[in-house]
């Protein structure tokens, strides 16, 4: 005990450090593996061609990456701008751009 007052200092430093080391890390995995992903706009693509619709009849997608236990997809959410309450949800795989859910209300 008494060693570890001693060194305070030096033990939270080196804890900080790891800490540190372990998030940038963490950060250069996450980034590399996010080239392999479509682009947010592919994905809105790939829901629009699905449904059928041109471009310019959606309003402003919503687009979220989501990920869980090593999988990655896209939440694409839009409606239709010429029919009111019309609207469509996608979940679109991040990687292959396969689609894995589509909804329409």
Do not use: C, H
Request: hydrophobic share 45%.
């Amino acid at each position: 005990m008494e060693w570890l007052r001693r060194n305070y200092k030096t033990v939270v430093g080196t804890l900080i450090i790891l800490i540190l080391i372990e998030a940038v890390v963490a950060w250069y995995l996450i980034d590399r593996f996010r080239e392999n992903y479509l682009s947010g706009d592919e994905a809105f693509t790939v829901a629009l061609e699905d449904a059928g619709l041109p471009r310019e009849a959606v309003g402003t997608p919503q687009i979220k990456l989501e990920t869980e236990k090593g999988e990655a997809w896209y939440e694409v959410t839009f409606t239709l701008t010429s029919e009111a309450g019309m609207a469509y949800r996608y979940q679109v795989n991040a990687e292959t751009g396969e689609i894995l859910s589509a909804e329409r209300e």
